[in-house]
């Protein structure tokens, strides 16, 4: 089903603590992106990786962490710095840059609640 | 950065009406305007994206159409039918860059029997 997994579908979190969401894609997609998603605020970009092992801050990383081991996996961490992490978090991949075919594909998302 | 600014947030269309987002962007080195469907629970979904190189692209109900000097894209969806209603997102990306997508703030479709 789009060859793009996130999880968990939901996640609560008590305050003070750093929670990880899991994404894995097996497209073979160079390029994969974090998004939160908050009503009447479209999607925002936390971070994003072009290549294994780099990636860069998105418009609204403070409070957030990622790594990018391996090609097929980019989990983002929430940490207690981030003030208000309830949101329903997006991930997605595409081919990458260079003018490549530029289409994401988005994972079903996890939907992090702090309790 | 890039920033992408849509309206309507809120649109409501009857049943075989068409109906018309817009979207404008700040960035003249975006190349890529996709156009992500999102039903209610679910993932956002690619539906017609268009590249700088063109100025409208047809796929049966849905057209997009490019105007560069005004840095203005539109999503046009003709013969609505009920299956319509959800968000729609546009976005824009520099495909020879970053790549990443810019997203607008959403525009919620309803289509009325």
């Known amino acids: 089903d789009g060859g793009i997994t996130q999880s968990p579908k939901y996640l609560f979190r008590k305050e003070g603590q750093n929670v990880t969401l899991s994404c894995e894609q097996n497209l073979n997609h160079d390029a994969m992106y974090w998004y939160r998603q908050d009503p009447g605020q479209g999607l925002r970009l936390i971070y994003y990786s072009q290549i294994v092992n780099d990636f860069q801050k998105g418009d609204i990383a403070e409070g957030y962490s990622v790594s990018r081991e391996k090609k097929e996996s980019f989990p983002l961490t929430v940490t207690s710095a981030q003030k208000n992490p309830t949101a329903f978090y997006l991930c997605a991949s595409s081919v990458g840059t260079g003018g490549k075919y530029t289409e994401a594909f988005f994972g079903q998302g996890t939907r992090l609640t702090v309790v | 950065g890039e920033n992408v600014e849509q309206h309507p947030s809120t649109l409501s269309v009857q049943e075989g009406d068409s109906a018309v987002i817009k979207c404008t962007y700040s960035?003249?080195?975006?190349?890529?305007f996709p156009w992500y469907k999102q039903e209610l629970g679910k993932r956002p979904q690619l539906i017609i994206d268009i590249r700088s190189n063109v100025g409208e692209k047809k796929d049966q109900r849905i057209a997009v159409t490019l105007n560069k000097t005004a840095k203005h894209f539109s999503l046009h969806i003709t013969e609505t039918q009920p299956e319509d209603s959800a968000v729609y997102f546009c976005?824009?990306?520099?495909?020879?860059?970053?790549?990443?997508?810019?997203f607008g703030t959403g525009t919620r479709l309803q289509v009325t029997l």
């Open positions: 976005a824009a990306a520099h495909t020879g860059t970053a790549s990443k997508l810019t």
């Open positions: 960035d003249s080195a975006s190349n890529y």
